[in-house]
């Protein structure tokens, strides 16, 4: 039920590189214990920004995320392709309950 | 891959009514047409505050949502509730691919 929207915000002309990334990392991140969503979501009038929204049964789940080899990957992947900071919004799980 | 993210605050001493109703809502939801992700999500630092998170295929099938009898009557519940107007955040569904 430990909840988290990552609001990403790349640069120009990354598009296409920042998805193939995400999806490598989408799809190892849905295989992890613990894990019930990894969706990647688009903004429809902003082609430079992004939502990950990631659903972890425990925050401790969310934290062996960040210490998988495909995290690290698609960390240092898109580093260069980041226009600002990533922005974390932390919410809690209630509905479905699993 | 219609992807709303709906911010809600409700008036302090309703969070168990509110949650009850949406509760209800959420079940009928998953069930629709369309419908892949109903989730209800709270602010772990703000108990008025609500986010639902909701994918559907089409943006059609989220116009439909709007006109079952359970929209409906978790919409005329929850009215006196709401301590502000619902934010509605419309976003496009890229990964999973259905």
Redesign the interface.
């Given at each position: 039920m430990h909840?988290t929207?990552v609001h990403i915000s790349i640069k120009p002309d990354c598009r296409a590189e920042f998805?193939e990334a995400?999806?490598i990392n989408?799809?190892a991140s849905?295989e992890e214990s613990g894990n019930r969503?990894?969706?990647?979501?688009?903004?429809?009038e902003d082609a430079t920004r992004f939502?990950l929204?990631e659903?972890y049964d425990t925050p401790d789940d969310a934290v062996s995320h960040k210490k998988t080899g495909h995290f690290e990957t698609w960390r240092d992947t898109v580093a260069p392709m980041m226009a600002a900071d990533r922005e974390l919004e932390?919410?809690?799980?209630?509905?479905?309950i699993w």
């Open positions: 909840v929207l998805l995400t999806r989408h799809e849905v969503r990894f969706d990647v979501l688009s903004d429809p939502v929204y659903w932390v919410l809690r799980g209630i509905y479905p």
